[in-house]
């Protein structure tokens, strides 16, 4: 069977297609479950997410293709959330309620910066890598915790332009991936880190053998932002996780989690 948990729509102003040219694309590709997880509504940095008054719009769109081509294709309603840990009051209490089939939590901010927005690339001068994977890891940690979410996006996305963790952390790593078998979600394996500079998915295949030993679940992401996303990478990161040993993979219904083989 072959899932896709992570595709944006252009609600969220840097995506393109329409949600039913992407469910085409999927059936096209074969894809047996596919989920729409589009950046959630936040008052911060507004420009790259639908707007608040837009959740409905965009449930009930996704609830109309549900319906249209439920012979063909299992489509979910999910979000993917931002996590900072110093704004925990935009983690709104009617989405983490919403009836939707599950949420990604996500760390795409250190403190105020944006550090996969290639328009901030040049804070990276500034600075210490070290420290920001310290702060990055301990903020994935805090948002495991919370419990509000069923899926790890991207895990180590900080290494998006060419910094990958500082081998020193990796009891932190480890750290994070034991919370997640303890929270019973899920880490993604996504596939647009190798559309990125750092041309890898993430997380690294040295994270998902360290997850494979301790029997954490992975579910698969294209992430995509354009029709033409859909799928991309997937056999190599199907690749990756068979050879690491993994033979089941997870979706989310209702935020209860099944397992299937891929
Ligand atoms: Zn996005
Ligand atoms: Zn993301």
Known sequence: M????????YRCNHAT???????????DKKID??????????????????GYEEFKDYCIDIQRLQAKFSNQIEILLALEMDFLPNHLDLLYEDLLKAPLDYLIGSIHFLDDWGFDNPEFIGEYKKRDMLECWREYLASLKQ??????????????????FNHQPPKILENQIQEVLEAIKKQNMALEINASGLRKPVKEQYPSERIIAMAFEQKVPITFGSDAHSVEHIGFGYEQV?????????????????????FYDF
């Not at 072959?2 to 729509?9: A, E, I």
């Not at 297609?17 to 059936?27: D, K, Q, S």
């Not at 479950?33 to 639908?50: E, L, Q, T, V, W």
Request: proline share 4%; aromatic share 14%.
């Open 33 to 50: 479950i596919f989920g729409f997880s589009c950046h959630a509504p936040m008052n911060y940095d507004p420009k790259f997410r639908m």
């Open 2 to 9: 072959r899932v896709d948990l992570h595709n944006h729509t």
């Open 238 to 258: 199907i690749e990756i996780a068979k050879n690491i040993g993994y033979k089941e993979a997870v979706f989310f219904r209702k935020k209860r989690m099944f």
């Open 143 to 160: 948002m495991i915790t919370t419990g509000l979410f069923q899926i790890v996006g991207h895990m180590d996305l900080l290494k998006v």
């Open 17 to 27: 297609g329409m949600p039913e040219e992407y469910i085409l694309r999927a059936i």
